[in-house]
């Protein structure tokens, strides 16, 4: 039995890690992890019949003409429609998940249907 889990938790390991490119990097590993478990209930579509997100979706194109500064803010302070998370996020965890959204590329436009 524990040569049964060893090599789940050892087949699991190499799973996650061959599936997630973005995690080559800490940081941007970390902030992976922190989007999805912090921001993704809002950011993030989560079921297929889900019309859209509650949230814009974000992307690497919300860094445009240099933002990255006021992306942190945003993250930190809130908006009036997005709570802060300064209270909650470190500065690095903070820039963690900025450098994370630099990687994520824009969603596809569907293509219209044809009627």
Do not use: W
């Not at 908006?79 to 963690?96: D, R, S, V």
Request: aromatic share 10%; proline share 8%.
């Amino acid at each position: 039995m524990k040569r049964f889990a060893v090599l789940f938790c050892a087949f699991l390991f190499c799973a996650l890690s061959a599936s997630a490119p973005a995690l080559a990097q800490p940081a941007v590993g970390e902030g992976q992890r922190l989007f999805i478990q912090h921001c993704g209930l809002c950011h993030l579509k989560l079921q297929i019949n889900m019309a859209a997100p509650f949230a814009p979706v974000l992307s690497k194109a919300i860094f445009e003409n240099g933002r990255d500064a006021q992306i942190r803010t945003f993250i930190a302070e809130g908006t009036p429609n997005m709570p802060g998370f300064k209270y909650l996020f470190t500065e690095a965890q903070t820039a963690a998940i900025a450098d994370y959204l630099k990687t994520v590329e824009a969603p596809a436009k569907p293509a219209p249907a044809n009627r």
